[in-house]
């Protein structure tokens, strides 16, 4: 099926489905050699319950989103099923009971339509996200460039030599950034995920109010295990009778947290620009939204000259028009996946 729909297809215009499962957004969109036509993300509410994502219940929420997802999404795009000329789904890295639905959900969809297959790497299309078009203009990134991808699951700062040629020379050696984030924000009884809630609530925090500690991880490695102890140590001490944060001090508890992990990530990205030279640098991955963090971004940039790549939000955050624009420039270059093509829990970057 595959090598013939591959030599049929990639003539004409790239219609590719994407579809994305690996944690708990189902997302399908519909890209037109690059272009978004549509890009369609359903959340699972019945995570915040639990505070934080229940692999299980995951599985179960994407069984029921998956279809009605992807018919919005064609929809969206003014599409039939017959219009498309290929499928991308994500491969891996993620929950493998989550994965599991998304890739047999694509790989049935190929095959009864008899369309080439695309396997993707969810780490690597948080990376392509900075390619994808729509209506609004935007420069992409010349080639090298570095990209600080950081979301809930990984922190990696990646030499990125090609579409397809990446490396991640620099990676956390225990939680992700993503994940401090979210573990911060349950000690403070905020609600799941709490990356967003810290974030708004710093804003109006004082920083220099606590104090943590920073990590001395060598070379371009980071680490944010020790962090989320010291918090924890920062922050019990501070509940009152009844088990709360008082509500004045959690701007600043946020701002505090927020701070070290961005301190953090900004050594090690100066650190990764002085050992390469390469000063053009791309973000990507859920924490990429934080408000802090691209302020800080711009600013660093002004300081140093660095040539500053942001993607929109929604395509920061999971989303299927990254797998869809990677499925398009692995398509092209002839990477098609087999039928017995299986979803992989873990998937090494470096
Ligand atoms: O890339 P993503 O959507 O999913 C994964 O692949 O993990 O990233 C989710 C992570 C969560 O940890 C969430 O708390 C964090 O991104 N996040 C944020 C913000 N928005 C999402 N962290 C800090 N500030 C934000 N504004
Ligand atoms: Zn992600």
Known sequence: MAKIAEQERVAGPVRILGIESSCDETAAAVLVDGRVHSNVVAG????RAWGGVVPELASRAHQEHIVPVVDTALREAGMR???L???AFTQGPGLIGALHVGAAFAKSYALALGL????VDHMRAHVLAHFIRDDQERPVPAFPFLNLTVSGGHTLIVHVRSALDMEAIGSTLDDAAGEAFDKGAKLLGLPYPGGPQVD???AQGDARRFRLPRPSVPGLDMSFSGLKSAFRNLVLPLRGADGAVPAELLPHLCATLQGAILDQLFTKLTLAVERTGITR?????GVSANRGLRQRLAAEAD??????HIPPLAYCTDNAAMVAMAGDLLLRAGHIAGPDTAPRARIPQA
């Not at 080439?116 to 396997?119: F, G, H, N, R, T």
């Not at 300081?303 to 500053?308: C, K, L, Q, T």
Request: no cysteine; aromatic share 4%; net charge negative.
């Open 303 to 308: 300081a140093r000259g660095w040539n500053v």
């Open 116 to 119: 080439p297959l695309v396997a």
């Open 85 to 87: 000329t290929a499928v």
């Open 44 to 47: 699972q509410d019945v995570h």
């Open 281 to 285: 640098i791309g973000i990507a991955g």
């Open 200 to 202: 708004a609530l710093a």
């Open 81 to 83: 099923p017959s219009d």
